[in-house]
């Protein structure tokens, strides 16, 4: 898709994945036949997936969107004036509400730019880049669709003598220790000197709140957990029955991580037809689907540092539930 005029344009590239098929499941089989059994989050974002968890960021237990809007409202006229005109390139940019703040501040130079958002739906993409083209006037708009590990790899050379990687919402929160050190790694990488990293982490912060922001009281995270299975059988021609599942959510303590989980309520088989693979299921047995690890701000900001990723400057707000970290890749 391209649409263009004078000013800006705008283009949604679907990218091919330069290592594996991302749709061959070998991820679902390798996660299914291992104990305790695991799902990736990608499985979540499907249309109603994605739908979901926007509803999620709304709800009134779930603390981290409406947070980090609010330190966003106040920081980013600052981190406009740090960077000065930049091409923007957003991880997991979802409906890109929070990075209007952004899209705003940086558009009032007046010059034409670029913003590159990255997210593994395509719908949601595709509708949010046309509401943006609309909505601004310099701004033209690279789209693509993939994962983080796709689109890093493939990103054109940028259109401004600097570029912004921003990955909001706690996102890093998701990720294994392994899988961040690949992340901040491939970021390190693809920026040059003198480029930045804007990245949102959710803090620490008491129990009560964490499992009560993952079980709000309208199941609207349930619904979004559960859908996973109603993915999967799209995908591979499965027959998970979803009425056969139970969301939960707990935090360990240990690991300072939320752990969402789906537990059978009893013993049952199940069967994904495109991976040939059958699966036996033992009462309350449960697939752990995802992590939200809890970090500290002062940590965060030392363990960017290994990666050459220097704070230039942080914010959190006033009950410290959640950071902002900006970062600048030095020598």
């Known amino acids: 898709m391209l649409i263009t005029n004078q000013r800006k344009k705008i283009a949604i590239k679907y990218l091919k994945n330069l290592f594996l098929n991302v749709d061959d499941g070998a991820d679902v089989i390798q996660g299914l036949t291992t104990i305790p059994k695991t799902l990736p989050p990608k499985y979540f974002y499907d249309r109603l997936g994605s739908e979901l968890f926007e509803k999620i960021c709304d709800l009134p237990e779930y603390y981290p969107t409406r947070t980090e809007t609010t330190i966003l409202t106040k920081a980013c006229q600052e981190i406009v004036e740090i960077t000065g005109i930049c091409e923007l390139v957003e991880l997991g940019s979802g409906s890109s509400t929070k990075t209007r703040l952004l899209l705003s501040a940086y558009d009032n130079f007046g010059k034409p730019w670029q913003y590159i958002p990255i997210d593994v739906s395509s719908e949601i993409l595709k509708n949010t880049a046309l509401q943006l083209h609309q909505e601004y006037n310099n701004l033209s708009i690279l789209g693509l669709v993939g994962t983080y590990e ?182």
């Open 150 to 331: 796709q689109a890093l790899w493939q990103l054109p050379p940028s259109s401004l003598p600097q570029r912004m990687i921003i990955f909001l919402g706690s996102t890093l929160g998701n990720f294994t220790d392994e899988q961040s050190d690949q992340l901040f790694n491939e970021v390190r990488d693809i920026l040059t000197m003198g480029d930045y990293f804007l990245l949102g982490i959710d803090l620490q912060k008491p129990i009560e709140i964490l499992e009560t922001a993952y079980n709000d009281n309208q199941g609207i995270t349930a619904a979004f957990n559960l859908n996973m299975l109603s993915h999967l059988n799209n995908c591979f021609e499965g027959n998970f029955d979803i009425d056969l599942f139970k969301h939960q959510a707990i935090y360990n303590q240990e690991k300072q991580q939320i752990e969402m989980y789906l537990s059978a309520q009893k013993s049952h088989k199940v069967r994904l037809n495109k991976l040939d693979l059958e699966i036996t299921f033992k009462e309350s047995e449960s697939i752990l689907t995802e992590i939200s690890r809890k970090f500290k701000l002062t940590e965060m900001q030392d363990f960017l540092g290994n990666y050459r990723l220097k704070t230039v400057k942080s914010w959190t707000d006033e009950n410290k539930y959640f950071g902002l970290i900006l970062t600048q890749l030095c020598s």
